[in-house]
């Protein structure tokens, strides 16, 4: 493996208040990312068998956001220079893909069950081990390339300033490959906010060139 290579695989850590992100992919507990991938915030995505999701993983950089706590403290009522009108969520915990639509029929909420079988999970490890609440994950070939998706923050903790940490901690990896050509992501949902808020913390812009968009879609795909 090249010295580039590795510096991009070691496993990175993150604390902040109590909260820690890392890169570690074997912290990661496969249930509660699977319960969140089922649910309507992930529309893009579905549930996979466990040696499966553990492939995915382990083929990307991914990005754990762990809290100490299963449930966040109580909050003051939320509002705006005394309005009384709640602050909009980042952007970040406002999940997007390329679609809009939602898949039906699914609980949108993985963490109403999450919590009724413990505070993680339902393996020892996990009961016993800090909550996930967040994830990304970037598909790349730790050189040339990267392209961000599945930007996940549980609905209960948005609003703290989480997601800008998630998606700094991500750019900050970014930076670290001296060769990268792109780094990307697809947005669907709520454009204008996204792309303000990618564009400040990744450094994105829309793609500016005439180009076309190739895709097929294989199997997994669920919109």
């Not at 992100?21 to 507990?29: C, E, G, N, V």
């Not at 999940?95 to 009724?116: Q, R, Y």
């Not at 490890?125 to 967040?134: A, D, F, N, T």
């Amino acid at each position: 493996m090249s010295h580039v290579a590795h510096a991009v695989e070691t496993s990175k850590t993150w604390t902040r208040d109590g909260f820690m992100i890392s890169t570690d992919t074997a912290l990661i507990p496969i249930d509660t990312l699977n319960k969140a991938f089922a649910s309507e915030d992930m529309y893009w995505a579905s549930p996979l068998p466990e040696p499966v999701m553990r492939d995915m993983l382990d083929n990307s950089i991914c990005f754990g956001l762990y809290s100490p706590t299963p449930a966040p403290p109580p909050a003051a009522e939320p509002s705006q220079e005394g309005t009384g009108v709640a602050a909009a969520p980042d952007p970040a915990e406002t999940l997007h893909e390329i679609a809009t639509s939602v898949k039906p029929g699914v609980n949108s909420n993985p963490t109403a069950t999450a919590h009724a079988e413990g505070p993680v999970g339902t393996t020892a490890r996990e009961e016993q081990g800090p909550s996930l609440i967040g994830f990304a994950r970037c598909i790349t070939d730790r050189v040339s390339l990267l392209y961000l998706t599945d930007v996940y923050v549980q609905p209960e903790w948005q609003g703290r300033g989480l997601g800008k940490w998630l998606i700094s901690c991500v750019q900050e990896v970014v930076e670290d490959m001296p060769y990268l050509r792109r780094s990307l992501c697809i947005i669907g949902h709520d454009k204008e906010r996204s792309m303000e808020f990618y564009g400040r913390l990744m450094k994105m812009t829309p793609v500016q060139e005439p180009v076309a968009v190739l895709n097929w879609k294989g199997p997994g795909n669920t919109f």
